[in-house]
């Protein structure tokens, strides 16, 4: 990565270093503190209208923490007022998953949200760290990593199912378009349920629009679920400046008992029919 | 500080902008036709993810007392916000909005918590966007 340097940052990064370190609790320097690269106007605030950050090898660097600009993604990744082209049976299953207020979605058992909306939780940030060869995302939530190669290879035939799958990039201008594939049946779409199969394949097209905003539109290709291949709503993402991941972990996960009971038993009065074919 | 406001104003948009719940279903948890407002003093506070829950016991009409628990946003939420995990002592007096657990226990999604001593507001948000 490549780190625009401008002189006239040092001294309000400076002075903003000595106003957080004279701020008093560890955590608020730990929260606040200014990172370097990012641009800055005269009285110290990051500029996050300023340009695009490149890297070395003139690609846009799509480094930094991001979180979704709404929860409206997370909860459902299809464009307002659009229904995706389920099969039968994935329409049933996404019904019944609706019906029950999607009690038992992964993150319920502490699993991890899928490919695309573990970038979608949006009180919970995601670090991206670009490299020449590889491009990896932090998410805070639940402590897990994804990998995207960028250094030539072809998608693996025949992997292991995997959450994430296996991820390989490359840059069409602007745009970074990320191809994955190998998932592990099991992860929701999003929170509202939109089922997928091993058969899924994802392409991402990130584009950063300038320092402070991010762009991703997701298309969804699993013939095994859906009549045909559909796109996601163009979501937005928003830097957080001068911050840091937190731990995040699933210690004090009360909630999965009283939803498995509660639901559960509703659900034995009452069997569902759904299930794929 | 300008950052730090900036994140406390970010994150209670976040909070503010629905029942959106990530870790687990807000909708399949707790009702949000079911509105409680209680005054209790804090018996235990759990400050840890993904969600922080803290107790508290509550004096009925009858004279008795009852233990209510009460979940928040996750520990990075709140850190973010500006709070500490000693912010809410056990001890401490607060008085609490929320919306109960569906399966009609003393569990319930706090989304206000105020010091009774102070008036002060505790902790920016709930369990939203989490």
Redesign the interface.
């Known amino acids: 990565m490549r780190i625009n340097r401008i002189p006239a940052w040092c001294g309000a990064m400076l002075a903003?270093a000595i106003?957080?370190a004279m701020?008093g609790?560890a955590?608020?320097q730990w929260?606040?503190l200014p990172l370097p690269g990012t641009p800055r106007a005269a009285?110290g605030?990051?500029n996050l209208n300023a340009p695009t950050p490149h890297t070395a090898d003139g690609k846009p660097d799509l480094s930094g923490i991001w979180r979704a600009e709404?929860?409206?993604y997370?909860?459902n990744l299809l464009p307002q007022g659009t229904d995706a082209p389920m099969l039968p049976w994935a329409a049933e299953l996404y019904k019944h998953r609706v019906d029950?207020?999607?009690?038992d979605?992964p993150?319920?058992f502490?699993m991890p949200?899928g490919v695309p909306d573990a970038m979608t939780?949006?009180?919970?940030p995601f670090k991206i760290l670009q490299t020449p060869g590889e491009t990896v995302l932090l998410f805070?939530?639940?402590h897990k990593y994804r990998q995207i190669h960028t250094d030539g290879r072809q998608l693996p035939v025949d992997p292991d199912p995997a959450w994430y799958g296996y991820s390989v990039g490359r840059w069409e201008g602007e745009t970074f378009v990320v191809e994955t594939a190998g998932f592990k049946e099991g992860s929701w779409l999003d929170?509202s349920g939109h089922p997928h199969t091993e058969a899924l394949r994802t392409t991402e097209r990130f584009r950063r629009i300038n320092f402070g905003r991010m762009d991703l539109q997701v298309t969804i290709d699993d013939a095994k679920a859906y009549s045909r291949p559909w796109t996601s709503d163009t979501l937005h993402f928003?830097l957080?400046?001068?911050?840091e991941l937190?731990?995040?972990?699933?210690?004090?996960?009360?909630?999965?008992g009283?939803?498995q009971?509660?639901?559960q038993g509703r659900e034995q009065a009452a069997p569902p029919t759904t299930g794929k074919q | 500080m300008r950052t730090r406001l900036a994140i406390v104003m970010c994150v209670a948009s976040i909070a503010a902008s629905g029942r959106a719940l990530a870790h687990h279903s807000f909708a399949a948890e707790f009702d949000e036709s079911k509105p409680v407002k209680l005054t209790g003093s804090v018996t235990k506070v759990e400050w840890a993810n993904p969600h922080i829950w803290f107790f508290m016991d509550v004096k009925n009409q009858d004279g008795s007392v009852a233990n209510w628990g009460f979940e928040m946003g996750g520990t990075g939420q709140l850190v973010r916000a500006g709070w500490k995990r000693d912010s809410m002592k056990v001890g401490d007096m607060v008085t609490v909005e929320a919306r109960r657990a569906r399966d009609g226990s003393n569990n319930a999604n706090a989304q206000t918590v105020v010091l009774a001593r102070t008036g002060q507001r505790l902790f920016a948000g709930s369990s939203q966007g989490q």
């Open positions: 903003l106003t957080c701020d609790t955590a608020a929260l606040s009285d605030k990051p709404t929860m409206r997370n909860e029950t207020k999607g009690y979605r993150m319920t502490c949200h939780v949006a009180g919970l805070e939530e639940f929170n928003l957080q400046p001068d911050t937190l731990e995040h972990l699933c210690e004090n996960n009360r909630d999965l009283s939803l009971q509660f639901w």
